[in-house]
């Protein structure tokens, strides 16, 4: 027998470190060639490491949230062999996984998952399910696996419902139900007394959340931040979506997605950030330079399991407004089963993030450095207002903005909203010719 001495590779683009995501192996396990070994994090993936051999497990290197050094001793492994040690040279194998991005900023949709507290890392099956034979490994995504660890789910229990068996995110929702369900139901059979609740769970800040984090610190040191927050009437835009909602019908019979105020406000900043270039860039503060772009990249922030993450829509200066809602859908799925790629979460020129869905008359969100603009959308709300001297019922959005002051005057914030707001208010302006 033979020690086999695998180091953690390159796993692209001159990644310098990794961190220690999850371990899929322990000391004394037997492992299969191509057995998936460890996740690691990089700056924007999650990455699945396979072991290049077959072979026992003697020693493992790094707990999660550890950073290690591209080189550096990951796995020992006992294999049939006469040589003692790996040659230094000898060949490392990679599996990438889809990625999940760099995150911005504070976006909707799908309820962020807590951190997997340490005290559950251990923990049994919350509900009645599936038992593997031993040695059988369930299938799923890195993504699934991070969330079932963030949830202290043990994945070997989970029963999957995607095609062979695969473990897939309503899985995952379906077993933590029950197991809250069950637990619900012994404490109403035991009528107890309240009591006074003393635990303290300590949550690491790892993986994806200690990217947010990282990204969050640095985008507050670095850029001075201002809000400007205007109130727009949307009554218009809504009867004209929701008319073009219920038509649906594309020319030759296709059924065309369901337009959200998104694809609508995106195509009000392709039409209004020509007139401000100095909105639609991107800061390199290191070599002092502000790249400006004439094509518009619109980030989307979008909550997922994982944490939140932006995917692009490329070229939406190109795109009618049923293109722009697909490109959104599709990439707002990819996000959150952790299969957009590198190309889908990079690039973005300006940012758009809505918490209209949950409420709330504000927010002051933080810029996805290295842009200099964000543009926040908050609940569409129907009140009446003062028009023409009468009191009427109309649909009101404020629209809150974040500006990276070195690069963006107050002045030009101010006037660029302002002709956001004309174009929403008055729609039919969002599909004429501009003037030349």
Aim: proline letters at 8%; one cysteine or more.
């Amino acid at each position: 027998m033979a020690r086999y001495v695998f180091k953690l590779p390159d796993v692209g683009e001159g990644t310098a470190e990794a961190e220690i995501v999850a371990w899929h192996v322990a000391p004394g396990d037997r492992v299969a060639e191509d057995q998936t070994l460890v996740d690691v994090m990089t700056d924007k993936a999650t990455v699945e490491i396979p072991s290049p051999v077959a072979g026992r497990v003697l020693s493992i290197n790094g707990d999660p949230g550890a950073m290690l050094a591209v080189g550096s001793e990951l796995v020992v492994l006992e294999v049939e062999g006469v040589d003692d040690r790996l040659p230094d040279d000898a060949p490392m194998v990679v599996a990438s996984a889809a990625a999940p991005p760099s995150p911005a900023a504070v976006a909707v949709d799908v309820a962020p998952v807590p951190e997997r507290a340490a005290v559950l890392r251990d923990a049994a099956p919350t509900a009645p399910a599936v038992r593997r034979p031993p040695g059988v490994k369930p299938t799923a995504s890195p993504a699934v696996r991070r969330r079932a660890w963030d949830l202290g789910i043990p994945l070997q229990f989970v029963a999957g419902s995607g095609p062979g068996g695969r473990v897939l995110h309503r899985d995952l929702d379906r077993h933590a139900d029950d197991g809250a369900a069950e637990a619900v139901g012994v404490a109403v059979a035991g009528r107890s007394s309240p009591q006074a609740r003393t635990a303290v769970s300590e949550v690491p800040v790892r993986g994806l959340r200690r990217r947010i984090a990282e990204s969050m610190q640095e985008a507050k040191r670095h850029i001075p931040h201002f809000s400007y927050i205007e109130e727009i009437d949307v009554t218009a835009l809504e009867e004209l979506r929701l008319h073009l909602n219920a038509d649906g019908v594309a020319n030759g019979g296709a059924t065309r997605p369901k337009l959200t105020l998104l694809p609508f406000l995106i195509r009000a900043l392709v039409r209004a950030l020509p007139e401000f270039p100095q909105i639609n860039a991107r800061y390199d503060d290191a070599a002092n330079v502000v790249h400006r772009f004439e094509a518009v990249h619109a980030g989307i922030a979008t909550q997922t399991p994982g944490g939140l993450v932006v995917p692009v829509v490329r070229h939406a200066e190109a795109l009618d407004p049923w293109q722009t809602a697909d490109a959104i859908r599709k990439l707002a799925a990819a996000a959150r089963d952790g299969q957009a790629g590198r190309e889908q979460l990079s690039g973005s020129t300006i940012t758009i993030t809505s918490l209209g869905a949950l409420g709330g008359l504000a927010t002051t969100p933080i810029i996805n450095r290295p842009e200099v603009a964000i543009v926040g959308v908050n609940r569409i709300i129907e009140r009446p207002v003062v028009r023409k001297g009468a009191v009427v019922v109309r649909s009101m959005m404020n629209l809150s903005c974040s500006f990276d002051h070195r690069v963006v005057d107050g002045w030009d914030a101010a006037s660029f909203v302002q002709r956001v707001k004309a174009l929403l208010e008055q729609p039919a302006t969002l599909f004429m010719d501009q003037p030349r």
